[in-house]
């Protein structure tokens, strides 16, 4: 079973449970999440099966999308509300205020990772050495907010909130950019509530739940709602004929000519391909180097992934 499943995570679950739950219910050992969420952050997760596992790394480099709360006036030592509040202060700010400044983080900008993170320094994660009540220093990462959308601003209430929606970079901590807002507004933030509704091609409307899951299985219709390796793929499909197939397990190089129609052989240097063999399975993707194509990613295996 190869490809590519797009869960919802639920809230209360590490990004490490849903992999452990589904190797239960798939029976199956081969399975990698694509990026941590928070236990209480709940949303889209791509998980890859079997061969898919290969794709964790593309997939994690991808752009995500969040609906996020942040909540005004109150600063915590984790940069959500579930942490120890730290601050409490008056909101004194504006609608136009608020505007201006939130949009000023669209672009590149330095963000301090928080120290309730799984980042390693000298081999241990942050937030271990947090929980020991260590402070240590982090040095300032470049992310890329591509936008902020606001959806809702409650000043008028209590508890002072804004919703917006964010697509940003990997390496991103929407807690802190919360955090960071809060500080140029001067009253200070932090996360309230965080829905991640989107990686690359995957939308949180097409997410299943575990249990979804598992009821699909039940019913065999599981595979349907797999992803493919390759759909993740832009380039050119090119099925090899029958006598090269040794060579494309063995991951050996192509001459153009010898897989191509005349018509088709017109290509670039570093053009690449999705390569399949004569009966139709993806083996990989290819390059064109002056009219050779050449392996750049393996996806054959020639065994099965399952239990």
Request: glycine letters at 8%; hydrophobic letters at 35%; proline letters at 2%.
């Amino acid at each position: 079973m190869d490809g590519i499943i797009n869960v919802y995570k639920e809230q209360g679950f590490t990004s490490h449970d849903v992999v452990a739950k589904l190797r239960g219910i798939l029976r199956m050992k081969k399975i990698g999440h694509t990026g941590t969420l928070d236990p209480d952050a709940v949303g889209v997760l791509p998980v890859c099966l079997g061969k898919g596992t290969k794709v964790c790394d593309l997939i994690t480099d991808w752009n995500k999308t969040y609906e996020a709360v942040m909540l005004l006036g109150t600063t915590t030592d984790t940069q959500d509300t579930t942490g120890q509040v730290l601050t409490v202060s008056d909101v004194n700010v504006d609608e136009r205020m608020l505007v201006e400044v939130i949009s000023s983080f669209v672009g590149e900008y330095d963000q301090i990772p928080p120290m309730y993170s799984a980042l390693k320094i000298n081999g241990k994660k942050l937030y271990e050495l947090a929980r020991e009540g260590k402070i240590v220093e982090r040095k300032a990462r470049k992310v890329q907010i591509e936008s902020i959308h606001i959806n809702e601003m409650n000043l008028e209430d209590e508890q002072k909130t804004v919703t917006f929606t964010v697509t940003c970079s990997k390496g991103t901590y929407v807690r802190t950019l919360c955090h960071d807002i809060g500080e140029k507004l001067g009253c200070g933030a932090c996360m309230q509530h965080l829905e991640r509704t989107r990686v690359g091609q995957f939308n949180v409307d097409d997410s299943l739940t575990l249990n979804q899951i598992a009821a699909l299985v039940l019913k065999g219709e599981f595979t349907e709602k797999l992803v493919s390796v390759d759909s993740l793929f832009d380039y050119e499909h090119i099925t090899v004929p029958e006598e090269y197939n040794k060579l494309l397990y063995n991951g050996n190089a192509l001459k153009v000519s010898d897989v191509m129609t005349e018509e088709q052989a017109v290509i670039a240097d570093g053009e690449k391909f999705c390569i399949y063999d004569d009966n139709g399975e993806f083996i990989g993707i290819y390059q064109c180097d002056r009219d050779v194509l050449k392996l750049i990613k393996m996806f054959y295996t020639g065994i099965s992934d399952e239990v």
